[in-house]
């Protein structure tokens, strides 16, 4: 490629980018409805007018902003089932890497969980088909575990749900978490502290200790 198409090529990655973390940012603030596309060019420092030259309209920056941190969230997630290690480090390695995305990507959690507990009215079709291939998988692994004798019986549905409920919290009620702390966020340690207590709970019940 040619050394200025490279530099031009670079430049509208760098500004994408900064578009797609200044809306995620937005969007975690006042949600879908309560933002707009002149806050979000205003929070990105660049004109209206620049930010329609890469997203025709809100909502295509919308779902871009949804595609991403859905692709983040999977691609942490996706070793469950590709895995031969057993089943107690594999989840440990999983409540893990949940909690690093809720402690590295508060905004990006909370824009997910606005558009789930909305109805997710703009992105339900794409959850579906990011979500349920893998879903799928995980739980053939659990009754696998169960089947080969590794794992107590569970139901596995309810267990993920369990985990992902206890792990997500962690970003989208931060807010409530450190009101009743008393702290400004949630430290370092809360998040070990977290990772210990959810690990300890989920494989005492599975009795993979």
């Not at 920056?61 to 997630?77: F, G, N, P, S």
């Amino acid at each position: 490629m040619d050394k200025r198409v490279e530099k031009i090529s670079s430049a509208r990655d760098a500004i994408e980018i900064r578009i797609l973390d200044s809306a995620t940012q937005v969007f975690a603030e006042s949600g879908f409805h309560g933002s707009s596309l002149a806050g979000i060019a205003e929070c990105a420092g660049i004109s209206k007018q620049n930010l329609l030259y890469y997203f025709a309209n809100k909502q295509v920056l919308y779902q871009k902003v949804l595609d991403q941190i859905l692709d983040q969230w999977l691609e942490r997630m996706d070793f469950l089932a590709t895995s031969d290690e057993e089943p107690e480090q594999l989840l440990r390695q999983y409540i893990h890497a949940k909690l690093r995305f809720s402690k590295e990507q508060p905004q990006a959690s909370r824009v997910y969980a606005m558009e789930v507990i909305g109805g997710a009215a703009v992105y339900s079709q794409q959850m579906r088909e990011k979500i349920l291939p893998l879903f799928k998988k995980d739980i053939a692994t659990f009754e696998n575990w169960i089947a080969a004798g590794k794992i107590k019986a569970v139901n596995a549905t309810h267990l993920l749900f369990s985990i992902w409920a206890m792990t997500q919290s962690y970003a989208d009620f931060a807010t409530q978490m450190n009101l009743v702390l008393a702290q400004e966020s949630l430290s370092e340690q809360d998040f070990d502290d977290a990772e210990e207590f959810i690990v300890g709970m989920v494989l005492h019940r599975l009795h993979a200790s």
